[in-house]
């Protein structure tokens, strides 16, 4: 009997890749399997969602407000009607298992599916769970976690699932490539900006008055400045761009990076092995630094606060680092340790488990 799987983590890419990842992994151990994505028509599940080759159901989201307003005193009537059009995708899937990833649509999974008694999995991606996981955690058959100290009781910590373009990705045979794609250097020292699909203002600001001195001192930059700013600066071995379409590449063509600190972009920089200088969110409730301390603790990478970065900061731990070709290659190797890029499989595995079908490695060793 083939197995129905629902995924619930649509609103936004930090919820999404990791869902789409697993329904990946969840389609090579059992390739029979029926997967469903849950989405809103809000953030990038119309888009991200079809083009993997996944049926994206549509339900209202359930935005939690974070103080009393307007939005409170609506949220018991959304959550009702959410729940209902949720109830009526899983009886019309046949849902065998429910896994959520927190964000818009969990909350209404969760209370749907654990309504019909149809079995849950939930993944926390971040290093403080959200109010949905919470919730989704009470009535779990199985609670995965990306780090410790989720503060879901008894979670498993497994990392976070990433594509296999990234867990798969070997930086060393594709840095010739990555390199003449995006028009750089193939011997110099590269340093790899991003700051999101829509940049950040304190990474281009700090890079900006960064690369003279790293230029002249031999170092590319790559820099991903988001497509609504434009770069400030100028200089033989700078190159800008809007947006990164391979990321695959960039991390292959990158020697360091500078970056926030959210969970995804911890995740992927760890597992592919690159050194980086995480600047956390100064906003929110620190759980970006969360997210970035066990890859530092490693010996993975540095943590800088928003408001101490400045381009003298850049300049100093990039020189540093890249001056130094032992301690550039063993960061990187700390960081590859801390990864985890079999959470994909370790997470569909337990899904596919909760439901009661996955056949024991099914005559592989």
């Known amino acids: 009997m083939t197995v129905s799987v629902v995924v619930a983590g649509g609103g936004s890419a930090g919820h999404v890749e990791p869902a789409l990842a697993t329904a990946d992994a969840v389609r090579r151990l059992e390739p029979d399997a029926r997967v469903t994505a849950l989405g809103t028509e809000r953030g990038l599940d119309t888009r991200l969602i079809p083009a993997r080759g996944y049926p994206l159901e549509l339900i209202p989201p359930v935005p939690l407000p974070r103080k009393p307003n307007a939005d409170l005193a609506r949220l018991p009537y959304r959550v009702v009607r959410s729940v209902h059009r949720t109830r009526r995708v899983l009886r019309d899937v046949g849902a065998d298992v429910v896994v959520g990833f927190g964000g818009y649509v969990a909350l209404p999974a969760y209370l749907a599916a654990a309504s019909l008694r149809l079995p849950i999995v939930v993944h926390e991606a971040n290093a403080r769970a959200g109010v ?22 008894g979670a498993r910590v497994v990392g976070i699932p990433l594509r296999t373009a990234i867990t798969e990705l070997d930086r060393a045979g594709l840095r010739a490539q990555a390199r003449e794609h995006f028009g750089l250097d193939p011997e110099a020292p590269v340093l790899l900006v991003f700051g999101g699909s829509q940049g950040a203002r304190s990474l281009n600001e700090a890079v900006s008055a960064a690369v003279p001195a790293l230029t002249a001192a031999g170092v590319w930059v790559l820099h991903a400045h988001g497509p609504k700013n434009e770069p400030t600066v100028s200089a033989p071995g700078y190159v800008p761009v809007p947006y990164l379409e391979r990321m695959d590449l960039a991390y292959a063509a990158a020697d360091v990076a500078l970056c926030r600190a959210g969970a995804m ?24 630094a969360l997210n970035a301390r066990p890859v530092v603790d490693a010996g993975g990478g ?8 400045t381009g003298d900061v850049v300049t100093s731990l990039v020189t540093d680092l890249v001056a130094d070709p032992r301690r550039l290659a063993a960061t990187a ?6 990864g985890h890029a079999g959470a994909d499989e370790t997470l569909a595995r337990v899904v596919l488990e909760v439901a009661g079908t996955l056949v024991s490695e099914r005559g592989r060793t």
């Open 333 to 338: 190797a700390a960081a590859r340790r801390s």
């Open 132 to 153: 949905a996981n919470k919730v989704g955690a009470r009535f779990a058959r199985d609670v995965l976690a990306a780090v410790p100290g989720s503060g879901l009781a």
């Open 265 to 288: 972009t911890v995740a992927e920089v760890s597992t592919v092995g690159l050194p980086a200088i995480y600047v956390p969110l100064p906003h929110g409730n620190g759980e970006q």
């Open 302 to 309: 540095e943590l800088v606060a928003d408001a101490e970065l």
